[in-house]
């Protein structure tokens, strides 16, 4: 068996912005937007074979999403 990390990232706001966001999220990568009227709550599920990766992975949303969210 081999080894895997995962990691989830949980963003709730704007259902504007979730869109944005998700749009931001690389192919491959899986979420999911559960909206409640006007306000949305994004998880971005991020996995990796090795820890040094997840941690690159979850630092490149977090750079991506940084300019997004108001």
């Known amino acids: 068996m081999a080894e895997g990390f995962t990691?989830?990232?949980n963003w709730q706001g704007?259902?504007?912005i979730a869109q944005r966001l998700?749009?931001?999220?690389?192919?491959g990568t899986n979420f999911e937007?559960?909206?409640d009227g006007d306000v949305a709550k994004?998880?971005?599920f991020v996995e990796s074979d090795g820890l040094e990766q997840l941690r690159t992975d979850?630092?490149?949303l977090l750079?991506?999403?940084?300019d997004?969210?108001?």
Request: proline share 4%; net charge negative; aromatic share 4%.
């Open 63 to 66: 750079t991506l999403f940084s």
């Open 22 to 27: 998700a749009k931001l999220i690389p192919e």
């Open 42 to 44: 994004l998880t971005v």
């Open 33 to 35: 937007i559960e909206n």
């Open 7 to 9: 990691t989830t990232l």
């Open 58 to 60: 979850v630092d490149t």
């Open 14 to 16: 704007s259902s504007i």
């Open 68 to 70: 997004q969210d108001e």
